[in-house]
């Protein structure tokens, strides 16, 4: 069975450009989840799709956008980057249906802003 | 107050000692722990998740929760080298909802 498959792994942007990350979760999984990771940070939640819909957000700001398909995959954006966004990008899939289901990492894209 | 706090550490065992990482979080309402293991370089991977008050073993892990406390703990016997990682405690915090609040992780070092 396929594991959640993530791209690209690697980028290198500069300020004020944007990026699209794409996310593939495993077959049958129906919720994707996106994380931010940084030194400092550690994990910090971005939002979580289910169905092609977002059920929750988190506290980024609004040029942090996703979406998902209607074949679960997902894509998140990020608009006019900054150098703070620099960081390791997770998506994480999951059933779903349960809320308390375990959460399945993809390997991450790490992005590094000039 | 962090929604979930972890000492960063690195906490340094011994080879066979026993590795004790600990989690306190801040929503009473919380319904789901979970343990994820982080390898450098690596994505988390879950080692174990606990619902209810107590204990519960799995090998040489044992996830201890007290929610009285809002305390979560992960106990690892018998520590190996190869346990050498960024523990990362997760917590599920209100019921009903999706989003899952990591902490920041315990760097963990068994040293051989």
């Known amino acids: 069975k396929a594991g959640v498959t993530q791209t690209p792994r690697y980028l290198i942007k500069t300020r004020g450009q944007q990026v699209t990350l794409s996310c593939s979760p495993i077959?049958?999984?129906?919720?994707v989840s996106w994380y931010q990771q940084t030194p400092g940070q550690g994990l910090q939640f971005l939002f979580e799709?289910?169905?092609?819909?977002?059920?929750n957000k988190g506290n980024f700001p609004g040029r942090f956008s996703g979406r998902q398909f209607s074949n679960s995959r997902s894509e998140m954006n990020v608009s006019t980057l900054e150098l703070g966004d620099s960081a390791l990008y997770l998506c994480?899939?999951?059933?779903?249906?349960?809320?308390?289901?375990?959460?399945?990492f993809g390997e991450g894209s790490r992005l590094t802003v000039l | 107050q962090k929604e979930v706090e972890q000492n960063s550490g690195p906490l340094s065992v011994p080879e066979g000692a026993i590795a004790s990482l600990n989690c306190t979080y801040s929503?009473?309402?919380?319904?789901?722990f979970f343990w994820y293991r982080q390898y450098s370089g690596k994505s988390p991977e879950l080692i174990m998740f606990?619902?209810?008050?107590g204990d519960k073993e799995d090998g040489r892990f044992t996830a201890q929760l007290n929610k009285a406390s809002q305390y979560v703990s992960l106990l690892i016997r018998d520590s190996q080298p190869s346990d050498s990682a960024t523990y990362l405690c997760?917590?599920?915090?209100?019921?009903?909802?999706?989003?899952?609040?990591f902490g920041t992780g315990t760097r963990l070092k068994v040293l051989a």
């Open positions: 994480a899939s999951s059933l779903g249906v349960n809320y308390a289901g375990e959460l399945f």
């Open positions: 077959s049958g999984h129906r919720s």
């Open positions: 799709y289910f169905s092609e819909t977002q059920r």
């Open positions: 929503d009473r309402g919380s319904q789901s």
């Open positions: 606990i619902y209810s008050n």
């Open positions: 997760a917590v599920n915090m209100v019921s009903g909802t999706y989003k899952y609040i």
